[in-house]
């Protein structure tokens, strides 16, 4: 492939901005039994229950293939959030995940308007939307473990998560 050809990207970032615009039209889940309902409408595939814990999340496989590692998180019992990882790469210098950032943030900017909040350094970026009381926000993770990040959560249990976990800032997916 010649260097200024842009890598092929999978799955296509206009099917997963496509499930994204599904899943923030839709209710967003409270109960495990909503949960549940969602991710049967979205064709995700429950690999694992969240753990008791809510630092353990529960896995998830999506419709986009198996390029595609999916992950959610519960507070208080009820459904917080999802992310999904993408593009991922072991290789420092493969251009896929920087690619698969940039084509996410102008299509996600396409349907949601511009981030609210941009941040991170020019090789690590990251891009952030607030849409109908969700929290949607995405990074570009650099080096050796190369990849995209978008990550769904209700703004107001992230709030509560965020405050009530301050004295203890432990891993969280």
């Not at 039209?25 to 064709?43: K, L, Q």
């Not at 198996?66 to 999904?84: A, I, K, M, P, R």
């Not at 970026?125 to 990074?139: C, D, E, N, Q």
């Amino acid at each position: 492939m010649p260097e200024d050809d842009p890598p092929v990207l999978s799955p296509d970032p206009a099917e997963v901005v496509v499930t994204i615009t599904r899943i923030v039209a839709a209710p967003w889940p409270t109960t495990d039994g909503e949960r549940r309902a969602m991710f049967s409408e979205m064709a995700f595939l429950e690999r694992s229950p969240a753990g008791e814990s809510e630092r353990t999340p529960g896995v998830f496989s999506t419709s986009l293939g198996d390029q595609v590692d999916g992950y959610w998180s519960t507070f208080n019992g009820e459904f917080l959030g999802l992310n999904f990882f993408l593009y991922l790469s072991p290789d420092p210098t493969d251009p896929k995940p920087r690619a698969g950032y940039d084509a996410l943030r102008r299509l996600l900017s396409d349907a949601f308007g511009a981030p609210r909040e941009e941040w991170g350094p020019a090789h690590m970026p990251a891009s952030a939307w607030t849409i109908r009381g969700l929290s949607l926000s995405m990074y570009c993770h650099g080096g050796g473990n190369g990849g995209v990040q978008v990550g769904l959560e209700h703004a107001e249990r992230t709030a509560a998560y965020s405050a009530a976990h301050a004295a203890d800032p432990g891993p969280r997916h």
